[in-house]
């Protein structure tokens, strides 16, 4: 079955440790995106890649970092910086051009916690 | 900036009402208004897109509608049923190629 797989599902960090979080899809889709989500709060723009081997910051990417070295690949990295790293992360793809009602696929999601 | 808003109170509604949400946009004006359902602890699923040019799209029980006038969209469940229950997220984009901007989502709680 096509879709997108994120691991792990829950991650400790501790304070001043980088962690990397792993998102792969097998849906050929061109873009990728990374998503953090806070209670009551809504998704918030961490970093998006629409080819490989090149990728734009959201709205808070202070902190983290991605890579786009494979089409199927797109993993983020919450290092030190990042000072409240604690949160839900979705992990989305989609057509380069979704306009023909695809919509993102989303993955299930890495809950981190510090500890 | 760019805003999408959505109703943080949760909607309670009993089974076999049609659920109205609602979700409005500020500061820009979107070409394409998406929803999506979010179960807990789960990712988002896509379950509708409409265009700006588009008045309204349904599927199986589903309705959404977009008002550019009111700066609105409206999303419907018609014969609501429990398993409806989740948190259903409103997003915007300015075209094909952007990125979605979220709304917080509303909680939707059908009890039988």
């Known amino acids: 079955d096509g879709g997108i797989t994120q691991s792990p599902k829950y991650l400790f960090r501790k304070e001043g440790q980088n962690v990397t979080l792993s998102c792969e899809q097998n849906?050929?889709?061109?873009?990728m995106y990374w998503y953090r989500q806070d209670p009551g709060q809504g998704l918030r723009l961490i970093y998006y890649?629409?080819?490989?081997?090149?990728?734009q910051k959201g709205d808070i990417a202070e902190g983290y970092s991605v890579s786009r070295e494979k089409k199927e690949s797109f993993p983020l990295t919450v290092t030190s910086a990042q000072k409240n790293p604690t949160a839900f992360y979705l992990c989305?793809?989609?057509?380069?051009?979704?306009?023909?009602?695809?919509?993102?696929?989303f993955g299930s999601g890495t809950r981190l916690t510090v500890v | 900036s760019q805003k999408i808003e959505q109703n943080s109170e949760a909607l309670n509604i009993q089974e076999g009402k049609t659920a109205t949400l609602t979700c409005n946009y500020t500061n820009y004006s979107p070409a394409y208004l998406q929803w999506y359902r979010q179960d807990p602890g789960r990712g988002p699923v896509f379950l509708l897109l409409?265009?700006?040019?588009?008045k309204e799209k349904r599927k199986e029980r589903l309705k959404v509608t977009f008002d550019t006038t009111l700066k609105q969209s409206l999303f419907h469940i018609t014969a609501s049923q429990p398993a409806d229950s989740a948190t259903y997220l409103c997003?915007?984009?300015?075209?094909?190629?952007?990125?979605?901007?979220f709304g917080k989502g509303t909680m939707l709680l059908v009890s039988p």
């Open positions: 989305a793809s989609s057509q380069a051009e979704w306009g023909i009602s695809y919509g993102y696929t």
């Open positions: 409409i265009r700006e040019n588009e």
């Open positions: 849906l050929n889709h061109d873009a």
């Open positions: 890649s629409q080819i490989v081997n090149d990728f």
């Open positions: 997003a915007g984009s300015n075209s094909g190629y952007s990125t979605l901007t």
